[in-house]
Structures are given as structure tokens and as C-alpha cells.
């Protein structure tokens, strides 16, 4: 069995699926390696290193397309890729079907095995295969270095000679893995840290790593089974508009993790809230790129209303690079262990495994 993985489109994702370390491990499991020149270069991964533990490297991304069994992937191969994917063939990788579900009818409807690893169910099991948590973990971390680099203003509390520099305040709505991660990093950083969210289950964790957590009354009864936020109903959001209103006033820097996974952003940070920010804020927007949690989140850019700088990027994570392909990529790895019969040497799609199943794009 052969497994293989091309380079990325550069342009929008600088992270890899195979990171050097993981070669012998894939190799132990009884499979050959192939990979296109120059795979992890711009990481400053040279072709050696791969060689060195054992992978092959081929100057034609087209063959290792054509004679892999497994590919696996970041993202979504172009469509002038995916015409070189035969019948039977695995592609692993974050596939996106709400995006791209129509591309994946189509490759499905061609007997090509998918399995888009964002749909992973939230259990045991399969936390060592959950890109979403590793990768969430390492956006909030950034998030809260990249709205500090460009806040004007000291973060920790400074008390001086001169006088006294107060702590900034810092606002995490959204209390999942990103938003933990953003409150732990703020709070290390010497921040005061409030955070809000729709599930009321979130209130200990948010407490433990030192954060005030912001209470808007129905808060208990929004969470799915799979520990996912719920659509908020008219009432709450109202609630939760009032209670944002008053906080926002006396808050340097906000950090949006707000997501629905498949849907349209919520609009939580509206423009008459931002209105009554102070001039200097920061507001970090996670949700950029499925449409923003404020009224002016623009992808890539940062916009400025009333002095206030909102941001958000397409891809946080090119950011850090490095770290987020190691655990990526370690990810994949053990979805794979799963994925592969190793008595037979073969991909044992058994739909009885609920982690196979609910991944599977059919």
C-alpha cells in the first residue's frame, strides 16, 4: 500500500500532512511513502529529511496522485488534481462538504473512497484525531498575540514610578477550545479576562483558567449533544446584546470564536455596540471567514470604525505553520492507524466504527 501527499496551494494553506517525524511510523504500518518535490521547503523541511526516514520524493505531483492508495491532504485538491484520483483510491483531509459538496458528489459518485476528518464525532475515541480541537487550540493562542502586537497599550498591569499602567481588559466570546486557549494565553500575558458563551457548561472551565465568565439567563439550555453551540433564539440574543453592550464599553481588546460548524457566522458584535467601544480597541474576529462575528469583519484586512481596529484572516494558522502541521499531521496519522487493517494490509472502511462512518463522505 502506498500513501502520498502533494504541496498545497502556497498561495492560501502553508501547512502539510506528513511531517518527517511520522514516516517511520507510517512505514511500520506497512506502508510506502510518496511525495512531491519540495513538500515541506517552505517550512524549512528539506526533501533529505524526508529521504532520510525512508519516504520517496517525486518531481511529478501527477504520479504520486496516480499511484498513491491513500492521499492525504490539507485541503481540497483543485479540480484539475482530482481528475488524476482513480476508482477506489482514499483521499483523507479537510474536505469541507458544505463548501465543496457538489465536488464531492461527484468524486463519491466515481467510487473515491472521502473521509473529511472536520466531521469527526466528539467522542474518546477520537480525540487523538481531532484536527478541529489541535487546530482551534493554536488560533486562539495566536489570536491573542496578534490583537496584542497591535494594541497600542501595555497588557499586564505595571505599576511604576511614574505612576501605574492598569491591565487591559480582554473579551472572549465563544468558550470552546479556541476561546479557552484565548483566555488561558491573555490571562498568562497579565490581562483581566472576561468571556461569554451560550452554554452554560462553559462557565467552570472558563472560571478555572482564571477568566470572569459573563452569564445571559437561558444560557444552560444551548448546547447540542455533541458539546457544540446551539442557533440562539430571538430572546436570548436580545439578552446577550444588552449584556455585550454594557461590557464592550470598558473592554480593550475582544476575541470572537463564535462558530456554528456549516453555517453562516453568528452576528454577535453589532455596530451600534462597537459604536460605543473606546477609541484603540482591538477586536480579533476567529469567524472571519464564514462571515465574521461583527457587522465589519472584512477577511484579510483590518478595518477601522470609530477608532476601534477589527480584524480577521482567512487563515490564522499560516501564521504558525510549523506547529499546526506537527499536530495535523499526527492527527491524520492516527486516523489512518484506525483506517487500516493491518493483518490484511488493506483500508478497511468498516461502517460499523463510528469514526469511519461519520467521516465518510458518501
Same mark, same amino acid.
Given at each position: 500500500?502506498?500513501?502520498?501527499?502533494?504541496?498545497?496551494?502556497?498561495?492560501?494553506?502553508?501547512?502539510?500532512?506528513?511531517?518527517?517525524?511520522?514516516?517511520?511510523?507510517?512505514?511500520?504500518?506497512?506502508?510506502?511513502?510518496?511525495?512531491?518535490?519540495?513538500?515541506?521547503?517552505?517550512l524549512?523541511?528539506?526533501?533529505?529529511?524526508?529521504?532520510?526516514?525512508?519516504?520517496?520524493?517525486?518531481?511529478?505531483?501527477i504520479?504520486?496522485?496516480?499511484?498513491?492508495?491513500?492521499?492525504?491532504?490539507?485541503?481540497?485538491?483543485?479540480?484539475?488534481?482530482?481528475?488524476?484520483?482513480?476508482?477506489?483510491?482514499?483521499?483523507?483531509?479537510?474536505?469541507?462538504?458544505?463548501?465543496?459538496?457538489?465536488?464531492?458528489?461527484?468524486?463519491?459518485?466515481?467510487?473515491?473512497?472521502?473521509?473529511?476528518?472536520?466531521?469527526?464525532?466528539?467522542?474518546?475515541?477520537?480525540?487523538?484525531m #481531532? $484536527?478541529?480541537?489541535?487546530? !482551534?487550540?493554536?488560533?486562539?493562542? /495566536? +489570536?491573542?498575540?496578534?490583537?496584542?502586537? *497591535?494594541?497600542? @497599550?501595555?497588557?499586564?498591569?505595571?505599576?511604576?514610578?511614574?505612576?501605574?499602567?492598569?491591565?487591559?481588559?480582554?473579551?472572549?466570546?465563544?468558550?470552546?477550545?479556541?476561546?479557552?486557549?484565548?483566555?488561558?494565553?491573555?490571562?498568562?500575558?497579565?490581562?483581566?479576562v472576561?468571556?461569554?458563551?451560550?452554554?452554560?457548561?462553559?462557565?467552570?472551565?472558563?472560571?478555572?483558567l482564571?477568566?470572569?465568565?459573563?452569564?445571559?439567563?437561558g444560557?444552560?439550555?444551548?448546547?447540542?449533544?455533541?458539546?457544540?453551540?446551539?442557533?440562539?433564539?430571538d430572546?436570548?440574543?436580545?439578552?446577550?446584546?444588552?449584556?455585550?453592550?454594557?461590557?464592550?464599553?470598558?473592554? #480593550? $481588546?475582544?476575541?470572537?470564536? !463564535?462558530?456554528i460548524?456549516g453555517? /453562516? +457566522?453568528?452576528?454577535?458584535?453589532?455596530? *451600534?455596540?462597537? @459604536?460605543?467601544?473606546?477609541?484603540g480597541?482591538?477586536?480579533?474576529?476567529?469567524?472571519?471567514?464564514?462571515?465574521?462575528?461583527?457587522a465589519?469583519?472584512?477577511?484579510?484586512?483590518?478595518?477601522?470604525?470609530?477608532?476601534?481596529?477589527?480584524?480577521?484572516?482567512?487563515?490564522?494558522?499560516?501564521?504558525?505553520?510549523?506547529?499546526?502541521?506537527?499536530?495535523y499531521?499526527?492527527?491524520?496519522?492516527?486516523?489512518?492507524?484506525?483506517?487500516?487493517?493491518?493483518?490484511?494490509?488493506?483500508?478497511?472502511?468498516?461502517?460499523?466504527?463510528?469514526?469511519?462512518e461519520?467521516?465518510?463522505?458518501?
Amino acid at each position: 500500500m502506498r500513501i502520498g501527499s502533494i504541496q498545497e496551494n502556497q498561495n492560501i494553506e502553508k501547512r502539510i500532512a506528513i511531517t518527517p517525524e511520522l514516516v517511520k511510523k507510517y512505514i511500520s504500518l506497512g506502508f510506502e511513502l510518496i511525495l512531491s518535490e519540495n513538500y515541506g521547503s517552505h517550512l524549512g523541511i528539506k526533501d533529505e529529511y524526508y529521504k532520510d526516514m525512508g519516504a520517496n520524493i517525486s518531481k511529478d505531483e501527477i504520479e504520486v496522485l496516480k499511484t498513491s492508495d491513500l492521499i492525504v491532504q490539507l485541503g481540497m485538491l483543485a479540480d484539475d488534481k482530482t481528475l488524476n484520483i482513480k476508482e477506489h483510491q482514499t483521499v483523507i483531509g479537510v474536505l469541507n462538504p458544505y463548501v465543496n459538496k457538489e465536488k464531492l458528489e461527484n468524486l463519491a459518485k466515481r467510487k473515491i473512497n472521502l473521509f473529511s476528518l472536520e466531521l469527526l464525532p466528539r467522542i474518546t475515541r477520537a480525540q487523538s484525531m #481531532d $484536527i478541529l480541537s489541535s487546530q !482551534a487550540n493554536l488560533a486562539g493562542y /495566536k +489570536a491573542v498575540i496578534e490583537s496584542f502586537a *497591535n494594541f497600542e @497599550k501595555a497588557i499586564p498591569m505595571m505599576m511604576t514610578a511614574a505612576g501605574t499602567v492598569p491591565a487591559a481588559k480582554v473579551l472572549v466570546v465563544g468558550a470552546g477550545v479556541a476561546g479557552l486557549q484565548a483566555i488561558a494565553t491573555a490571562k498568562r500575558m497579565g490581562a483581566i479576562v472576561f468571556a461569554t458563551d451560550v452554554r452554560m457548561a462553559s462557565k467552570e472551565q472558563v472560571e478555572s483558567l482564571g477568566g470572569k465568565f459573563l452569564t445571559v439567563e437561558g444560557s444552560e439550555n444551548l448546547e447540542t449533544e455533541g458539546g457544540y453551540a446551539k442557533e440562539t433564539s430571538d430572546d436570548f440574543k436580545k439578552k446577550q446584546e444588552e449584556l455585550l453592550s454594557e461590557t464592550l464599553k470598558k473592554i #480593550d $481588546i475582544v476575541i470572537c470564536t !463564535a462558530l456554528i460548524p456549516g453555517k /453562516k +457566522a453568528p452576528l454577535i458584535i453589532k455596530d *451600534n455596540m462597537i @459604536k460605543n467601544m473606546q477609541a484603540g480597541s482591538i477586536i480579533y474576529d476567529l469567524a472571519a471567514i464564514q462571515g465574521g462575528n461583527t457587522a465589519f469583519t472584512v477577511v484579510d484586512k483590518i478595518i477601522e470604525k470609530n477608532g476601534v481596529k477589527i480584524m480577521g484572516e482567512s487563515n490564522i494558522l499560516n501564521k504558525l505553520p510549523v506547529s499546526a502541521s506537527n499536530l495535523y499531521a499526527k492527527n491524520v496519522f492516527n486516523f489512518v492507524d484506525n483506517l487500516f487493517d493491518k493483518e490484511k494490509k488493506n483500508i478497511n472502511i468498516n461502517l460499523d466504527d463510528e469514526i469511519i462512518e461519520k467521516t465518510l463522505i458518501k
